[in-house]
């Protein structure tokens, strides 16, 4: 991927994407973070990005076709752990390593509530278009659910656990992590992300103690 900085939705322009098609997915998260995918339409998506709608449908010819390739997009650098709007990232965590994969996954929450609103609220909002009809992205969000708990049992889990089922202490955990994101996304006012986030690292962290021990 080419080099280059990387668009913010607060004002970076998205013609400072060098590949065309990223400089349209720039564009078309920026319209969704603004407009929600039902709202978003693909003459914005060409005026946000400076091409002709002719240069668009080149790349993708329907809005749903575009909007798969934007769900890729956002969760290659959700699992990277870098930041859409900011360029900050959090560094990844190895296997059999679970002090390191917990502050790993913490941080990347962390960033995702201080500085990535926009790529928190665009991010729920597949989950929630993905929840309401069956399809290619109903698919690719579930194989995504998948795929974080498979990546939470590598970095931060045991391979076994004197108390509890490792797939569901996977489920357990995916679900304290995203669930501030999912709150602040509706209900920005309702709760301290501060304290939210110590008292879930606490919990998981006790929870994996009795099987490292």
């Known amino acids: 991927m080419a080099q280059h900085k990387r668009a913010s939705p607060g004002g970076t322009a998205v013609t400072d994407y060098a590949d065309p098609r990223e400089r349209i997915l720039a ?14 339409r693909m003459p914005v998506i060409a005026k946000e990005a400076n091409l002709s709608q002719g240069a668009l449908h080149y790349y993708w010819d329907t809005k749903e076709n575009l909007l798969l390739n934007l769900l890729a997009w956002l ?18 965590a190895e296997a059999g390593e679970p002090a390191v994969g917990l502050a790993r ?50 970095t931060m889990l045991p391979d076994s656990h004197p108390e509890f089922d490792i797939d569901a202490l ?3 955990f995916l679900g304290l992590l995203e669930g501030p994101l999912l709150q602040l996304a509706l209900d920005g006012d309702a709760f301290d992300s501060d304290e939210y986030l110590k008292i879930a690292e606490r919990l998981m962290s006790e929870a994996v103690g009795p099987a490292l021990r």
């Open 27 to 40: 564009a078309a998260f920026r319209v969704v973070a603004r407009d929600t995918i039902s709202g978003t």
């Open 75 to 92: 969760l290659t650098a959700f699992r990277e752990g870098r930041g859409i709007s900011s360029g900050d990232s959090v560094p990844p």
């Open 105 to 154: 996954q913490m941080a990347l929450v962390r960033l995702l509530i201080t500085k990535e609103p926009e790529m928190s609220r665009v991010y729920y909002d597949f989950w929630v278009q993905a929840a309401s009809r069956s399809g290619p992205l109903q698919e690719s969000m579930r194989h995504e659910l998948e795929r974080y708990r498979s990546d939470l049992k590598r």
């Open 170 to 172: 996977a489920a357990v």
